[in-house]
């Protein structure tokens, strides 16, 4: 019923034609998987990549969009531009824009309609630290994430947003949640959210998993029910290993 993942989050690596070239390989490589698959690179890729994309079922997001529409923002780059590059998707929260650039949920609320507003897909991440997690805080964080940032949304919006649980101390740390702790966490924002807009809008929500994501790891922790696919960094970095976890299902 809902659809599976698989998004290639390649964070501030890869020049143009390195880029172009990666892409090149994934559409390549690519033959037919059971998911939908999205290419994440830095901004300054999303024009050419949706070209050499657009015949194909890949599909492009932003890794960030400003929270304001228009205007004197040096250097910010909005939803809207992100559209009109021919982008589908853009994440917002990722924790690596969080602890560096101090965002905060109410922030990305703000964050999270200017995309929808745009007719963009939000990738809302969410995830506890390490000493969250040993403090045994994971379930409040992940719930005051969700409730912070998205549920001024409308069931038509909300069922119009992915959501991705990537655990901090599982990013590009090798340090993979087990499949069972994603699991447990996937089935409790599935839970919260159902709480608020009922059983069947949050079994049409695609959940994620991210951190450490692997070939090696991908199949076992996406056979888990609450697992619709992953937010992939290290390994989106490398055609063959992306297209190997995109056939994790
Ligand atoms: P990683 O990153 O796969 O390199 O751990 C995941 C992410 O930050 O989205």
Redesign the pocket.
Known sequence: MRKNIVAG?WKMNKSLEEGKTLISEIMNTQNSSDCQIIIIPPFIHLSVANEITCNSNIAIGAQDCSANQSGAYTGEVSAQMIKSAGCQYVIVG?S?RRAMHNESNNLLNIKVNQALENKLTPIYCCGETLEEREANRHFEVVKQQIQEGLFTLTEEQIKNSVIAY?PVW???TGKTASADQAQEIHNYIRTIIADKYGNSVAQEISILY????KPQNAQEIFAKEDVDGG?????SLKAEDFIAITKGF
Request: proline share 0%.
């Open positions: 989050n990722h690596e990537e599982a990013i590009g991210g951190g450490s994501v937010l992939i960094g290290g390994a």
